[in-house]
C-alpha cells in the first residue's frame, strides 16, 4: 500500500478577511480565483453601491460566490 495525497484540506481556517473574524457554511462568500471568505454581510458593506461583485484580494471583478 502506498501513501494517499488528499488536494483538499479538510480542517481549513475561514476567517473573513475584512473583518478577521471566523466565518461559518452558513454566512459565507468565497473568491473562486484566489480562495478567500468572506461574511456576505462584510461582502455587501464593501460593495456598497456598485452593481458588481470584487474580490478584495485579488481584484478579481465576478469572482465572488456562495463558499462551502
Not at 18 to 42: A, F, G, K, P
Request: glycine letters at 10%.
Amino acid at each position: 500500500m502506498g501513501n494517499i495525497y488528499y488536494s483538499r484540506i479538510i480542517n481549513e481556517n475561514k476567517d473573513c478577511l475584512i473583518c478577521w473574524e471566523q466565518v461559518d457554511n452558513n454566512d459565507c462568500v468565497q473568491c473562486i480565483q484566489c480562495n478567500i471568505h468572506l461574511h456576505t454581510y462584510c461582502e455587501e458593506t464593501y460593495r456598497g453601491e456598485k452593481g458588481y461583485c470584487k474580490c478584495p484580494h485579488c481584484q478579481g471583478i465576478g469572482t465572488l460566490g456562495i463558499g462551502r
